[in-house]
């Protein structure tokens, strides 16, 4: 299992970053895509709501791509139930085969605690079409690398840089 968090300002590439990784990881693991970025047309599922009872196809690595996840696990609502619940089902992530979780945000601050705790690479973005460069941490900001990527032609029509992220609300599911 590995969390991935992208960060940068607006128009930076966080989303672009976020859909180059699943589409590197399912051209190499065959994996299935999991969303809440509606308008990404190669993903497998796209959800709004996410919750311990959702179903995945077995025998394939899931890749949870999550755009703007402060919207779910906002840091200054750490106790709202939203939060908790949301919380609850990424801790179980595992068990539910999913071997990859990448998100976006704005502020790495602005996600909740529990989240950054458990993020093992953080990725700051800069975009400058054709061209995305990554500035790669570990979990405790230990530079890991820097990469100038030049951006495939193709990523731009698979998905809508302007889609808003408003979760519907999060299932409560019985424990």
């Known amino acids: 299992m590995l969390i991935i968090g992208i960060f940068g300002n607006l128009g930076s590439g966080k989303t672009l970053s976020m859909v180059m990784f699943c589409e590197l990881l399912r051209k190499i693991e065959n994996s299935y895509i999991i969303t809440n970025l509606e308008s990404y047309k190669n993903a497998d599922m796209h959800t709004k709501k996410f919750s311990l009872s959702m179903k995945f196809p077995p025998g394939k690595k899931i890749i949870l791509a999550i755009d703007e996840i402060q919207a779910y696990l ?11 619940d949301f919380s609850n089902f990424l801790f179980q992530i595992r068990k539910m085969n999913i071997a990859y979780m990448i998100y976006t945000s704005q502020l790495e601050r602005s996600v909740d605690l ?3 705790e458990i993020t093992d690479i953080k990725i700051i973005t800069r975009y400058a079409k054709p061209y995305v460069l990554w500035h790669i941490t570990d979990s405790l900001n230990n530079p890991i690398k820097y990469k100038i990527i030049r951006v495939p032609e193709y990523l731009y029509s698979i998905y809508s840089t302007y889609e808003r992220q408003i979760p519907k609300y999060i299932e409560k599911d019985e424990y």
């Open 114 to 116: 529990r989240l950054r």
């Open 74 to 84: 906002d840091s200054r609502k750490a106790t709202s139930n939203q939060n908790v």
